[in-house]
């Protein structure tokens, strides 16, 4: 890979506008940077929305609010005087670098057509990588590559390399710390477990069931003599009372605060429970223990799971048999499956004081979430792969000669959307049928389908096969 001068790099643009959880996860890049360019002159482009996550960052000098996401987010035109303020704006800065984390056309091209001399980007956004000189294949086809590892890959032509589990960082002030603290005093809630509980989820996700949050608080406050801290945000007004009717004696309802109350009070949680959202991304930036609920097949933990703090990820296999799309979906088959018990028990366990993971044990956790695998063959070896993967708590299904002959194209590629299926082996005997279906999977995914012909390659262990399908995904 070209390496860049770094001795001329004086100033850098980092372009991260989109949501909360995304700038979070973005933190632990950015202070690489710092540390690799520490005289260098730091500006991130963020919204008014989330420049919050780093407004005491001590590693960034600069906040650029931008105004480009809502018209791209809604698919709107963005006017050509629009492009011109930013271009001439951007000249007059006189930034030598640029990382475009965000990866979306109104960036790349107002970077080139400001004359930034180093400009960075996914080479995998084919109709405009060419506006960047250095332009870097994130691979985002991989479900288990977390967010965290694609902001780094970015960073590949500066010479820095993710070392270890680089943490996010995320400052609270000192003033939302006191708050935090004095809302655990008014509720008397000192030398107890502190528990919060967002209701909350992104408007690409779907939440867990309220009634089995109901029956988790309340099993929760019971246990360990305590009150839950009830978060959320403005859409779940509604819900709090519904829960503030039948158990508001379990609870202290703090829906509905700011982001920076928001640090300050799950600062001081022992344990902080809820669906994949942005702010699951702040609890573990302050390094909260921190149980996170996948409802949907949609969603991908291997991507967006809590990074670098004690976490547990919940995520079973969904028997919704449509094709996955939250924002528009109104049935609520996945937000039941997960049982109340499961949730339960990885509280415990964070509370306990487990929960942590080595960085090789964290990627195949990630790898057995994130998989999804169809199995084809009749041979021994199959079923020793099979009955790994089983063993181990792995998503896996098999299909039959048999089954697959019966079945017209249309039918494997129903089959193959019902349970998200990311990665097909075939053992011991190829399927052309299979290979067609994983080609034209891709036209209803947003990523293809691994075809794999394993001829006769056996496996140790579990982590020898989880291996093997994380560098066929290379």
């Not at 632990?28 to 929305?49: G, T, W």
Request: proline letters at 5%; glycine letters at 4%; a positive charge.
């Amino acid at each position: 890979m070209p390496q860049i001068d770094p001795a001329q790099i004086k100033k850098i643009l980092v372009v991260r506008p989109d949501a909360i959880g995304d700038l979070v996860l973005t933190t632990a890049a950015i202070e690489a940077l710092k540390n690799k360019f520490p005289q260098a002159h730091i500006a991130v482009l963020a919204r008014k929305y989330n420049q919050i996550i780093v407004a005491n960052n001590p590693a960034v000098d600069e906040i650029i609010i931008d105004d480009f996401y809502d018209r791209i987010a809604k698919h709107k035109m963005i006017r050509l005087a629009k492009y011109r303020h930013w271009i001439k704006y951007l000249k007059q800065k006189k930034f030598d670098l640029m990382i475009n984390f965000y990866s979306e056309f109104p960036y790349a091209l107002i970077g080139f057509l400001a004359t930034i001399p180093f400009r960075i980007g996914d080479q995998e956004k084919i109709l405009f990588s060419w506006l960047y000189n250095f332009p870097v294949r994130q691979n985002f086809k991989n479900p288990a590559v977390h967010e965290v590892e694609h902001q780094f890959k970015l960073l590949g032509p500066l010479g820095i390399e993710m070392v270890n589990t680089p943490k996010l960082k995320i400052y609270p002030t000192q003033e939302s710390i006191a708050e935090g603290k004095k809302v655990i005093e008014e509720n008397r809630l000192q030398g107890k477990k502190l528990i919060a509980v967002n209701l909350g989820s992104g408007s690409s996700n779907k939440a867990w069931a309220i009634d089995n949050f109901k029956e988790l608080i309340n099993i929760l406050a019971k246990k360990y003599k305590t009150k839950i801290i009830l978060l959320g945000g403005p859409k779940e007004k509604d819900l709090i009372k519904e829960i503030l009717r039948e158990i508001g004696g379990s609870i202290v309802n703090l829906v509905g605060l700011s982001f920076e109350a928001l640090f300050g009070i799950v600062s001081q949680m022992h344990l902080y429970i809820a669906n994949d959202t942005g702010p699951t991304h702040i609890a573990s930036a302050l390094q909260i223990p921190t149980v996170v609920v996948y409802n949907s097949k949609f969603q991908k933990p291997g991507r967006w799971a809590p990074w670098a703090n004690r976490h547990r990820v919940i995520k079973v296999v969904s028997n919704c048999p449509f094709p996955c799309n939250p924002p528009v979906c109104k049935r609520d088959i996945c937000t039941t499956e997960i049982k109340v018990a499961e949730v339960l028990r990885a509280s415990e366990e964070l509370l306990a004081g487990k929960g942590s993971l080595t960085q090789e044990e964290n990627k195949l956790e990630l790898a057995r979430l994130s998989f999804n695998i169809l199995t084809f063959g009749n041979n021994p070896l199959k079923n020793k792969i099979m009955k790994t993967l089983k063993d181990n708590n792995w998503h896996v299904w098999d299909i039959s000669a048999e089954d697959l002959k019966k079945m017209p194209i249309r039918g494997v590629l129903e089959l193959l959307l019902k349970y998200d299926i990311n990665i097909i082996q075939t053992i011991g005997q190829s399927s052309l049928k299979l290979k067609i279906a994983a080609l034209v999977s891709c036209l209803k995914t947003p990523s293809p389908i691994i075809y794999l012909d394993n001829k006769e390659k056996d496996f140790e262990s579990i982590n020898s096969l989880a291996h093997y399908y994380l560098d066929s995904i290379k």
